[in-house]
Structure formats: C-alpha cells, structure tokens
C-alpha cells in the first residue's frame, strides 16, 4: 500500500475521519468522528497523532462543534469545543495554534448568520489542512538538498505522512527523493518506546513506500552510528521555543547526543506552526507525562514490571539548540543562531 494514499485526517461530510493509528501496522482502520469528546479521546488515545495531524483534527473538531450546535448555542458550543480540545494534550503547539485560527476565523464573521459561521469556519479548517499539505511537500523540498544517494538518514518516533495531512515534516524529503528518483537511500527507524512509533508507524510508511528500511531499539542507535551506518538525522518536533530549543518525541534528545559525539548532522523539521514565539528557551515547554501502564504491560502479554515500582514516563523531550545543526522550515533551512534566522524568514509572527 501506497502510503501517501493513506488518508490521515480528513473531513468527509459531516465527520472527522481519521486513520486508526494505535492499530497500525497490523489493521487499517479508518473512524468517523463527530462529537466533541470522542474527537478529544482519539487525541489523546493517539488514534490521531503528531503535532501537524492533531492541529487539523482539532481545526475540523472545533468546525463539527458549531456544525452541530443549534443555532442559539452556537458561539457557546464552539468555544466550549476549542477549550475541550485544547486540553486533550499540552507540548504540540500546532493544536493550540489551529484553535487560534479557529477562533479568529469565527471572530470575523460572529455577526454573520448561523450558517454563514459555519460555512467560514469549515472553510479555515479546510486551509488549515490543505497549507499543512503544502508546507511538509516544502519542508521535503529543502530536505532533499541535504541528501545524496546511498545516504543513511535516521529517524526518531514518526514525523511521516502519519503524522501530517500528507508527506509528513522528518520523512517528507524520503518521498520527496523517491519523487525525484533518489532511491537509494537507507532509512532507520529508532523503535521509539514506550509506544513504538517508530517500529509501528515510520517502518511501516517506509516498507510500504518500498524504502531500503532498517528497524533498531532506541539503545542500539549508538552502536548503528559507531558503525559509520548514519550519515543524516531528521526528526519532527512539537514545539519549538525562540532559541532554537525543540521539543519531540522523548528519546529525540539523547540521539541529538549520540550524533554529537559521533558527528553526525543532526536536522529538526519543523513547520512554522510548531515554533511558538511566545516560548524564549525549551524548559518553557509544558511536556506532557503519560500513564505508567505505557511502560509496564502494554505490547507485552503479560506485565513485565513488578506492581508497586514507580514510571517515569515523560512523551517528550527538549532538545538544546546548541545540539541542532538545522531547523528546517517551509521557508527555508535556519541555523544557529536561531531566533535571528526565524524572524528573517519571517517565522516569529504573533500568535
Ligand atoms: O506522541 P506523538 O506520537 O504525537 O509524538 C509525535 C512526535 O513526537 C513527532 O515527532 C512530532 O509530533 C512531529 S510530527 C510531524
């Protein structure tokens, strides 16, 4: 299967439908959403996931709210939808980002009639998804420069078309080197635990994307460097602060390490939605803890951890600036010194 046929968040008619993720690779299950918590559960569950995705999902939930609501309780429906999904997870900016636009798109037309309201706010959520297609096709264009053939790139968690309207930000320039004929590539995928992102969902857009796909436990990724097999490293984020600081996927900052170490080019793609100006360095970013059954029985059959120990189970982490050789956007490659580079690009605009 194609995986950039895969639909992964999408409004069709009168619902959010979305590709199941927790059930990847193993079923390929679509769900069609339309309330306001079970579009809040599926964010938070995972079923939808990363930052670009979970902004569209929340942009289309907060239009299905007012779509809805009946005409009187529309303002009250809505906001209170944009509240509820703001709350469903705290490190990707993209979500509080697209419930910004949400809410703006609704404050230029709240005189307007009911159905007027509606119809501008399913129209912002459609440009929310269809720029987010735009910027990651961009963000793998800038990519591709950075590549050559027989490169290995490894990846952390999944920044794919998964995780994205389309294309994805950290896998975009694969796609974009197998649209251009670069097919020689090696693509390794860090498992990523405790929820196996990277074993479920990076491995699997990359086999199906007939990508030359090696797949490795988090800890042996300083032994597949030492061995010469890294050339690159592209991750996604899901905040990034003023300096450079990028929050991702808890794991991202120890690879940023071992690259170092080994020196190894080590690359954040980044959408200009998932840099929040408001957040000068990277302990300003809220990082989201998950249960600890995460870690003690899922994908196990039966628990492996004996009951009363204590889990530490932080889903992301901040990578320092100072580890980042790029940040890529969709207006460019930046480098340090960071906030110079994003306010020339023009990427430090108001939230
Ligand atoms: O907890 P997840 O699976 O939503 O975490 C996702 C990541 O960390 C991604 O790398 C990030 O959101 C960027 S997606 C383009």
Redo the contacts with the bound molecule.
């Keep these: 299967m194609d995986p950039l046929t895969i639909d992964t968040v999408k409004l069709s008619g009168d619902a959010l439908v979305i590709i199941d993720q927790t059930l990847l690779p193993n079923e390929v299950k679509y769900l069609s959403l339309r309330e306001t918590p079970e579009i809040c559960e599926a964010i938070r569950l995972?079923r939808v996931?990363?930052?670009?995705?979970?902004g569209v999902a929340a942009a289309f939930g907060a239009y299905l709210a007012a779509y809805y609501a009946p005409d009187a309780g529309l303002e009250n429906t809505f906001l209170d939808a944009c509240d509820q999904l703001a709350a469903s997870?705290p490190t990707?900016v993209n979500l509080f980002w697209a419930l910004d636009r949400m809410r703006s798109a609704f404050a230029k037309v709240s005189a307007k009639s009911p159905d007027e309201i509606r119809s501008a706010l399913r129209a912002e959520a459609q440009a929310i998804m269809d720029e987010d297609i735009e910027i990651s096709r961009s963000i793998g264009r800038f990519g591709l420069g950075l590549l050559r053939p027989g490169m290995g790139i490894l990846t952390?968690?999944?920044?794919?078309t998964l995780?994205?309207a389309k294309y994805?930000?950290?896998l975009a320039p694969v796609y974009a080197a197998l649209d251009a004929g670069l097919s020689s590539l090696r693509v390794y995928c860090d498992e990523t635990r405790p929820?196996l992102?990277g074993a479920r969902l990076s491995a699997f857009e990359m086999v199906s994307a007939g990508v030359d796909t090696t797949l490795l436990c988090d800890n042996m990724a300083s032994s597949l460097m030492k061995a010469g097999k890294v050339d690159i490293i592209f991750?996604?984020?899901?905040r990034v602060a003023r300096n450079g600081d990028a929050a991702?996927?808890i794991g991202?900052s120890g690879v940023a390490i071992l690259a170092a170490h080994y020196g190894i080019p080590f690359y954040v793609?980044a959408?200009s939605s998932?840099i929040d100006p408001a957040i000068t360095t990277g302990a300003d970013i809220p990082i989201?803890f998950r249960s600890p059954e995460e870690v003690t029985e899922l994908w196990y059959q039966k628990r492996m951890a004996p009951e009363g120990v204590k889990v530490y189970n932080p889903?992301?982490d901040v990578t320092d600036a100072a580890l980042i050789t790029g940040i890529i956007t969709e207006r460019g490659l930046v480098r340090a010194p960071f906030e110079e580079g994003f306010a020339k690009l023009g990427l430090l605009g108001k939230r």
């Design positions: 995972l996931r990363g930052a670009p995705a979970i997870r990707a952390h968690c999944n920044a794919g995780a994205t994805g930000t950290a929820l992102q991750v996604g984020c899901d991702n996927k991202t793609c959408p998932t989201e889903a992301f």
